[in-house]
């Protein structure tokens, strides 16, 4: 069959996406998967467009390795600004399996969506051990094997493990990444960053994604990271993190809602010969 869709990402982080609002397109896990492989088209996350009484859209997010996956910063940024030109709006409503993300559309290919509140309860995470998520005390090791012991549990619509280190490149994240998602202190797995204070408003991190693998970018470990720099008193509450592909603009309000900003890619339709 062949399925109209449409690729996009943010800073890199690339997603296939199809609208299933006019025709249901029923995937199997095993379809997910081979859209993901770089080998047939490629994505670090599949998305799909559905109807919504409540809202603009309702969005699925299923990683790379078939899995759904409860929230998707980038991937929710870039379907906004698709719907926006359809709708000609500047203000999107989605709903997603982590609640109502609002986006606003500022133009120059520039986006903004408030991600909510960050949760930190051990069981909010969720931890299989009501443990101290400021500091789990996971052994991490760097290139010169060297010790590490920290990690910051922050729970931003999906899981995610944010580890401080002084320099990101003395870190293999290839290969601690799938080491820390699948410990058994995490239940339902998590995202993996290790992320560097450059000074208050400038954070920069690498990101293993769980279900995706090593990513160019991650909004929600954007979000995660710059709430976990907040609650440490290492950042203020505007934060840009960087990766290797550009910046994410992190605003935490006063009333600890998370709102993250950056570039989205044009869109391109594709597609899907399964």
Known sequence: MDIKAFKMDGLGNDFVIIDNRQKATNLSKEQIVKISDRNFIGCDQLILIENDNNADAQLKFFNSDGGESGACGNGTRCVADLISKEKDSKTIVLTTLSG????????????????GNARTKWNEIPLSDKLNTKNLNIKINDLNNNEHSGGIAVNVGNHHVVFFVDEITNFDISKIGPQIENHKMFPEKCNVTIAKVINKNLIKVKVWERGAGLTKACGTAACATAFAGKLNNLTDNNTDIEFETGKLSILIDKRNSIHMKGPVSDIKEISVRL
């Open 100 to 115: 109502n993300l609002k986006s606003k559309i500022l133009g120059d290919n520039l986006v903004t969506t408030e991600i």
